[in-house]
């Protein structure tokens, strides 16, 4: 998540972004054997290299998957790379229209076959199958009543400012129904 948002996000930045992307590389070479062999230290060695490019790499930005992340994760404690993974594809559809031809050029660098949006966005779906992830904010344990503060805190987030398309509380409602709902 935090390649991604940090290559997602708007503004000038080559060395962040050349960062992130050989993240997203390393993850996508290595986040599987990790998950599968927890004791496979050469796995765990690269994503700890992965992690700390993410870490270095969101220093140009963050935007609405943190955004939305930040507050349920305080509100219901929810595990912060739990909730990112949730709320990832749907602020990758609402941001399709700003980072699309940023997602082919990321998927051509992460060899898939028909680089594009549909292929980046299909390949953390799948990885979402693959862990067991959550596809609903349900699953954290949002309800419907909660949205309207969970809304105002995202918005009040200092990542959201970040995202390659504004959010604001009504913009961060609405994605937070469509993953309640599981609707991409």
Avoid at 9 to 31: C, F, N, S, T
Avoid at 33 to 38: E, F, H, L, P, W
Avoid at 78 to 104: C, D, K, Q, W
Avoid at 136 to 146: F, R, W
């Amino acid at each position: 998540a935090h390649c991604l948002e940090a290559f997602c996000a708007p503004g000038y930045h080559p060395m962040a972004d050349g960062i992130a992307v050989e993240g997203l590389r390393l993850i996508k070479e290595w986040l599987p054997r990790a998950v599968s062999d927890g004791s496979d230290l050469v796995a765990r060695g690269h994503m700890l290299a992965a992690a700390g490019m993410g870490s270095t790499a969101f220093q140009k930005g963050l935007g609405a998957i943190h955004a939305l992340s930040h507050p349920v994760g305080a509100v219901l404690g929810a595990h912060h790379g739990l909730t990112n993974a949730v709320f990832m594809p749907y602020v990758m559809t609402f941001n399709r229209p700003a980072i699309e031809e940023r997602s082919a050029r990321l998927a051509a660098y992460l060899g898939f076959s028909e680089p594009s949006f549909d292929a980046l966005l299909d390949w953390i779906l799948d990885l979402r199958r693959r862990f067991d992830i959550p596809e609903t904010a349900v699953d954290l344990g949002v309800t419907v009543d909660q949205l309207d503060s969970l809304a105002e805190m995202a918005a009040a987030d200092p990542t959201a400012a970040g995202n390659p398309i504004p959010v604001g509380a009504a913009e961060l409602r609405r994605l937070y129904e469509a993953a309640l709902a599981g609707g991409l």
